[in-house]
């Protein structure tokens, strides 16, 4: 799976929208990306995931540049809630694991 | 919204003690999985359930860890012979198919070896 490169932390006004990078430079053709949060030491929680097209659910939307190298998981109206740990993952379609990175910490400040 | 229930929520062993980890999937979840955090790491994969088989596993599930299906609504982790590594919060996940789904996973047992 393509090694995906994100900043270890980022902070946020609640309310507002949070918009959190990764870099996967080196993503093949069929590999997805995927979003997971971790809220304190909880399982991780599945928020989205995209191959080429823009896409949206009900607690995020994902951007996806066209030549695939790298991605923004916006949260549309960040509340405390939020603040958890944010990975993206590269997930070949013939895998079954989740490569789990550092993250980024998305700290949501009242 | 369905949940993966893991249970205990938090086990103490003493080293060299067998442990058996429990987690009832989602019902029609077909894909079953565990991750460990050791305290202050990364999430890392152990292994991936299919059919009654493992599909994949990670070279940290070695001969000590074993999985099981023992009936139609949980799927087990157990650790022969506990080692104080192995001291960790485990996490089971299903998935209705391997790709391209999100992954629920449980709440987490966090496992510590004395």
């Known amino acids: 799976d393509a090694k995906t490169t994100q900043p270890p932390s980022m902070d946020c006004a609640e309310g507002r929208a949070a918009n959190l990078p990764c870099n996967h430079s080196t993503i093949s053709g069929n590999e997805y990306v995927y979003w997971y949060r971790q809220i304190h030491s909880q399982g991780p929680q599945y928020i989205i995931h995209g191959l080429k097209n823009n896409e949206t659910n009900e607690m995020a939307s994902l951007i996806i540049t066209e030549d695939r190298k790298s991605s923004t998981l916006i949260l549309p109206h960040a509340t405390l809630r939020d603040t958890a740990v944010y990975y993206c993952i590269a997930k070949e379609t013939s895998g079954s694991r989740l490569t789990f990175g550092e993250g980024t910490q998305l700290t949501v400040n009242p | 919204e369905p949940e993966v229930t893991q249970t205990p929520s938090h086990q103490v062993t003493q080293m060299g003690q067998e442990v058996i980890l429990r987690c009832v999937p989602i019902s029609n979840h077909l894909y079953f999985y565990w991750y460990r955090q050791i305290l202050g790491q990364k999430v890392e994969f152990l292994v991936s359930?299919?059919?009654?088989?493992?599909?994949?596993k990670s070279e940290i599930f070695d001969d000590q860890f074993s999985v099981e299906r023992p009936d139609g609504s949980n799927f087990t982790l157990k650790i022969r012979s506990t080692k104080l590594e192995d001291s960790a919060m485990y996490f089971c996940?299903?998935?209705?198919?391997?790709?391209?789904?999100?992954?629920?996973f449980g709440s987490g047992t966090r496992l510590t070896v004395v």
């Open positions: 359930f299919y059919n009654n088989e493992i599909s994949e």
């Open positions: 996940a299903s998935s209705e198919a391997r790709h391209p789904y999100g992954y629920t």
